[in-house]
């Protein structure tokens, strides 16, 4: 019962008919570019995917990371008073990179750039999914490990785990250290 709350609680996108090897799942109309919101602006800009950003961006992605464990998990919820999985990693991506991402699992999945299992760098998003479907989504933060929000609320868990290796669909890379 968990796992089927856990799976449902961020929305599912169901595969297309395209292929790529590194990609359990194929996704039609991968997008390149995203709309970000410069400092000292209200106006959005398109930004090529990946985004560059500097190293200290990072680290200000895995202190927020590090306040939010322990969040509770509320299917939709995209604040600190509660996060679903794509609702997370939007909250997060938005608060530090100024990127407005779009909000389920599926269409973050057709972001940017699909990067092999073996070449991860903190930042990539990692997704997940069963029978067709990419329904859940983690922020890659190194050493087989990632966070997201799931049932249980915001973690760190390993890719390792056995769910998480038969689960895994794919990763993205939507933004790179320059």
């Known amino acids: 019962m968990a796992i089927l709350l856990f799976i449902t609680g961020c929305r599912s996108f169901e595969a297309g008919s395209g292929f790529d090897r590194d990609c359990k799942y194929s996704v039609k109309n991968r997008k390149s570019y995203i709309s970000c919101i410069p400092e000292g602006s209200v106006s959005p800009v398109i930004r090529s995917l990946p985004l560059k950003v500097d190293g200290a961006c ?13 969040t509770m998990y509320r299917y939709g919820g995209k604040s600190p008073a509660g996060f679903d999985c794509s609702g997370f990693v ?17 269409e973050l999945a057709a972001l940017g750039r699909v990067v092999p299992k073996n070449s991860l760098n ?26 997201h929000a799931s049932v249980k609320g915001v973690k760190i868990s390993s890719m390792s ?14 933004i790179t250290i320059e």
């Open 58 to 70: 990072i680290d200000n992605l895995f202190s927020s990371i590090g306040l939010h464990i322990g």
């Open 90 to 106: 939007q909250y997060l991506y938005e608060k530090n990179f100024r990127m407005l991402l779009p909000r389920t699992s599926g």
């Open 122 to 147: 903190p930042g990539d998003l990692v997704f997940f999914g069963a029978e067709g479907k990419i329904d859940h989504v983690g922020i890659f933060i190194g050493k087989e490990r990632f966070a």
């Open 161 to 174: 785990e056995r769910w998480y290796t038969e689960h895994y669909a794919c990763s993205v890379r939507i």
